[in-house]
């Protein structure tokens, strides 16, 4: 089992900067993705931002620019990543989830979400 932890999440007025923190841990050894997705009211859930194990990366069309997702590091039995949100708009309003991708076995972790609302 693999626990996911999110933080950062505030009110904050547009144009201001905030970074979420996700942590996994416990059978963490086969994790090979990590990301942030978002859902606000009335909406589905989206990518916003993903990484490998390997690096490589994701983001959603809106975010490009402005995010930042931060390589996965494994450091006192937690996988640990960031998103850096920069120039954040009143639209980026949302509550943010961590998800954790485990390959074995093939299943996806997520974490309980952290609300970012932003004032315009």
């Known amino acids: 089992q693999v626990q996911v932890v999110e933080s950062g999440g505030g009110l904050v007025q547009a144009g201001a900067s905030l970074r979420l923190s996700c942590a996994a841990s416990?059978?963490?050894?086969?994790?090979?993705?990590m990301g942030w997705y978002r859902q606000a009211p009335g909406k589905q859930r989206e990518l916003v931002a993903l990484i490998t194990s390997g690096g490589r990366q994701n983001y959603a069309d809106s975010v490009k620019g402005r995010f930042t997702i931060s390589a996965i590091s494994r450091e006192n039995a937690k996988n640990t990543m960031y998103l850096q949100m920069n120039s954040l708009k009143p639209e980026d309003t949302a509550v943010y989830y961590c998800k954790a991708v485990d390959i074995v076995p093939p299943r996806e972790y997520w974490g309980q979400g952290t609300q970012v609302t932003v004032s315009s």
């Open positions: 416990g059978s963490i050894f086969s994790i090979n993705a």
